[in-house]
């Protein structure tokens, strides 16, 4: 049975894969989980170091900070699978998290408010403005209708010739308001033309893969 939980451990933390050591803050955890569930989906190997190397846990104990992460932390409450594996006499938690497709789950930020957050390759960001409305607008499944203004056809040629643009930036350069540029980058997106992207540093906006190969 060992071999499932080696064979996780060989992919290296990613998108839907995390290590943790242990569970000592389960307002932390719950951040892990609602951006698992906000996201892909994912799974928290608990009891595993960042190296890869299997520590161990007290598996009852784990289960409960989980259980409080998840019911108690995280808005609406959150349902996961927890399998305690034995891996050379050590147990491994396995915590998988199910893709949310109805709701977004917020969990508590340093200073205590709720935030939502999305899991980004190994890590979990803020989600801002412009992720919740893509999000809620294709929950309403209601179409979008764009005009190829000025300001619509400067983005997309912006793009074409650069990586990115932030959302302060494209509202300076195409000289229009920042509500503005929020609602154009909103429908950019939901038409499948821009992707957001989120990093340690702001979160940038480029032209999705699908159009820059046509």
């Known amino acids: 049975m060992s071999r499932h939980i080696q064979a996780l451990i060989r992919e290296g933390e990613h998108q839907q894969l995390d290590f943790k050591h242990s569970i000592n803050d389960a307002k932390k955890i719950a951040r892990s989980l609602a951006a698992f569930a906000n996201t892909d989906g994912g799974t928290l190997l608990i009891g595993v170091r960042d190296n890869g190397t299997i520590a161990g846990v007290a598996s009852e104990e784990e289960i409960y ?3 409080s992460a998840a019911h108690l932390f995280c808005k609406p409450a959150l ?11 050590k147990v491994v938690l396995e915590v998988k998290v199910p893709k949310s497709h109805k709701v977004l789950y917020s969990a508590p930020a340093k200073d205590g408010t709720y935030k ?8 979990n960001f803020l989600a801002n403005r412009i992720f919740l409305k893509v999000w809620q607008q294709r929950q309403r499944k209601i179409g979008v209708t764009v005009h190829y203004r000025n300001e619509e056809r400067f983005l997309l040629n912006y793009l074409t010739g650069n990586e990115s643009i932030t959302l302060s930036a494209f509202a300076r350069l195409a000289r229009i308001s920042r509500w503005k540029a929020e609602k154009i980058l909103v429908n950019m997106i939901i038409l499948g033309l821009v992707e957001i992207h989120f990093g340690e540093n702001q979160t940038v ?10």
């Open 65 to 67: 900070m989980i259980e």
């Open 79 to 89: 349902n996961f699978e927890a399998i305690s594996w034995n891996v050379d006499g």
């Open 116 to 123: 939502v957050y999305v899991r980004v390759a190994d890590n």
């Open 205 to 214: 906006y480029q032209l999705s893969r699908d159009t820059g190969n046509q």
